[in-house]
């Protein structure tokens, strides 16, 4: 069974910094792009990172590129994790950060629960 | 890159028909044959509930399809049941492994 587990979120001060993570298993974690999506309190859904499954290719949203910082652990054969290292946040970034398991060519099958991360003084 | 454009709301009786609408540009939706579009419950992830314009992943009823005409995508649900009631969003991809979102769309089933 494919299972995302995300970790990582809480409260931060405008300007700080989080490491979002998220454990995946139950597939071959190597062989599919992971992405970020996140969702805004009462809003919409907001693509955020992408990652190849190699990790060599990355891509980030207008919104948030130059401060966060997507990356993927391969090598660890009873844990794969996607990280997100989210740097000088914004209170817009508040929002609930969803690790996604990318269905090629181009659409997201598998979606972790959610973490809450909160941008507030 | 704006969001793609869905209407806030929709809704229908059981056992009608209803259809969502997602507009985009030549840039997405109409550049592609890649979008998606997802069922999200309150409080929960959302769910894929059709990828590539038209195919249904296993376990999703054959009562959704999905259908796109030039930069106009659109989600059909038919035989309406209480159980549909949800946030419903499209997605579409945006060329160099970027993806563009709807605003959303409430369907009530009155």
């Known amino acids: 069974e494919v299972q995302l587990v995300e970790s990582g979120g809480g409260l931060v001060q405008p300007g700080g910094s989080l490491r979002l993570s998220c454990t995946a298993s139950?597939?071959?974690?190597?062989?599919?792009?992971m992405n970020w999506v996140r969702q805004a309190p009462g809003k919409g859904l907001e693509w955020v990172s992408y990652?190849?499954?190699?990790?060599?290719?990355?891509?980030?949203?207008d919104s948030v590129k130059g401060r966060f910082t997507i990356s993927r652990d391969n090598t660890q054969k009873s844990l794969y994790v996607l990280y997100l290292q989210m740097d000088s946040l914004r209170a817009e970034d508040t929002a609930v950060y969803y690790c996604?398991?990318?269905?090629?060519?181009?659409?997201?099958?598998?979606w972790g629960q959610g973490i809450l991360v909160a941008v507030s003084s | 890159q704006s969001a793609l454009t869905q209407p806030a709301s929709v809704s229908g009786s059981p056992g009608q028909t209803i259809t969502i609408s997602c507009t985009g540009t030549s840039s997405d939706v109409g550049g592609y044959e890649y979008v998606s579009w997802y069922q999200q419950h309150p409080g929960k992830a959302p769910k894929l509930t059709i990828y590539?314009?038209?195919k249904r992943p296993s376990g999703v009823s054959d009562r959704f399809s999905g259908s796109k005409s030039g930069n106009t995508a659109s989600l059909t649900i038919s035989g309406l049941r209480s159980e549909d009631e949800a946030d419903y969003y499209c997605?579409?991809?945006?060329?160099?492994?970027?993806?563009?979102f709807g605003g959303g769309t409430e369907l009530t089933v009155v």
């Open positions: 139950g597939f071959t974690f190597s062989s599919y792009e």
């Open positions: 990652i190849s499954g190699s990790g060599s290719g990355k891509n980030y949203a």
């Open positions: 996604v398991r990318g269905l090629v060519p181009a659409s997201f099958d598998y």
């Open positions: 997605c579409s991809y945006a060329g160099n492994s970027a993806w563009i």
């Open positions: 590539d314009v038209s």
